[in-house]
């Protein structure tokens, strides 16, 4: 993947603030911008620095695209093989393994296998058929993996069996950089990465950071919501930049481990947590699920949810900060 011009899903609409510095940097294939109020310029980029630093070592962890990362590893490994993780990945496998559990699915980092199958797809021009989709969804299933937490190692059960942390890679990167800039006195502070939002406190007193949501339909002008971020991540996932086109038909990029087809639901789910893991993942699972099911399993572990469906209607959880824009 590459980052492109293109208006990210959820981006700082405010103007600029006086006092507030921001740098950017090309990661995990898209990129990482930071805004924060400083007392002086040496304390932000000195927190800049080893949060970039910081993200380019979970990227060496995680990425699928870097053959000696944990991760690729492990999809390479023989089934049965024990594979030795470090506390970071060992740390985001467990939490993954119980947001898929708490999502019903809706989520699920195992689901390589069916990424590659619709990918493959894509490039070949050709539908899957109903066995390769079959054999995906099993490879894909909860139980072809095992994680341990102690030691910090897992293994694959089977030979096809993939992850892919495309869904929770960013948020749990997000994360780190926050702790990077809390160990350093930096709260006041807004992280975008490739249009995943994670705001400490506010600019001001009282006041959080205006962001808006993209619309992701092709004849939108205007945003579709607007709301002040404040100790909280925001997360979208849209049918619209990333989406499949097959054999002339168009498919989003957002597979259903549950069907092993695309999820062809919404436009655009968007989830609102504490910590930007927890909302990257629960906008993917949103997504797959539809609002009223989504909503239900987010809101048990405190994520609120808002999602545009393909009538064009809007539905967002009871206590969902912000409103619509206005016409």
Known sequence: ASATATVPAAFFSGEEIPGIFRRTQLLMGTLLELRCMAGDRAAFDAAADAAFKRV???????????????????????????????????????????????????????????????QRAQREQRLPAATQIAQAREASARGSFEYDVDPARARKHTLSARLDLGAIGKGAALDEVAREFRARG???????????????????PGAGWPVA????????????????????????????????????????????PRSGMPAQILWAACSLARTATDADAWSTATFVLGHEQGAELAARAGVRVLTLNLAGELCASKEFPGQASPP
Request: with cysteine; aromatic share 8%.
């Open 186 to 204: 930096l709260s006041r502070a807004l992280f975008d990465f490739g249009g995943q939002l994670l705001a400490l406190d506010g600019p001001r």
């Open 56 to 118: 380019a070592q979970l990227e060496a962890l995680w990425s699928t695209w870097i053959p000696t990362s944990e991760v690729s590893r492990l999809n390479a490994a023989d089934p049965g093989a024990w594979c030795t993780l470090s506390p970071e990945t060992s740390a985001l496998l467990s939490r993954s393994k119980a947001l898929r559990s708490a999502s019903d699915d809706g989520f699920a980092i195992e689901c390589g296998p069916l990424a590659e199958l619709w």
């Open 213 to 256: 949501l993209r619309d992701p339909r092709p004849d939108a002008v205007r945003p579709l919501w607007e709301l002040e971020l404040e100790s909280a991540s925001l997360s979208v996932s849209a049918d619209d930049q990333r989406g499949l086109l097959v054999a002339g038909r168009r498919f989003s990029h957002i597979v259903d």
